[in-house]
């Protein structure tokens, strides 16, 4: 099939199958290199890969932490990682976060609930002591977790 029945067949231009395919190597590489994601339209880079890679880096490790960032924080850390590797022009601003955003697929969470309220060590001690007394005093059929109801009655 020639080039402009495939271009038809896929919904293109013939002129963007012709630049797709002079780039197939590079395209390639980057899908390699795990540079570009499924979402990504356009081969640019970040301008600071490295500040990229090293905020991208911090993030995970936080997350794995439980620990909430918000964007201005990811903004600051991004400003220290830039200065303390030579790039004293960088600016950590809006934009730069909502590219990195794009870049990394971190999406703007609220996180909600309670689930990391307490310490482990807090919630295992009251479960095996106190919970378990006072459980005691009722039946199974009695007990509810009020976390999973609905609210209707």
Sequence with gaps: MEKGGIAKKYGISP?????SLKQKSKIE???DADALG????????ADY???DKAVYTWFVEMQAKNIPINGPLLCERARS????LGFPEFMGSTGWLHRFRERCGISHKITNGEANDTP??????WQLETLQAALKEYSPADIYNAD???GTM
């Design 120 to 125: 482990k060590e807090v919630a295992s001690s």
């Design 29 to 31: 590489q980057n899908i």
């Design 15 to 19: 002129s963007t199958l012709s630049t």
């Design 81 to 84: 990682f830039a200065h303390s």
């Design 38 to 45: 499924p979402q990504r339209k356009k081969m640019r880079t």
């Design 148 to 150: 999973e109801t609905t």
């Design 49 to 51: 890969e490295e500040v």
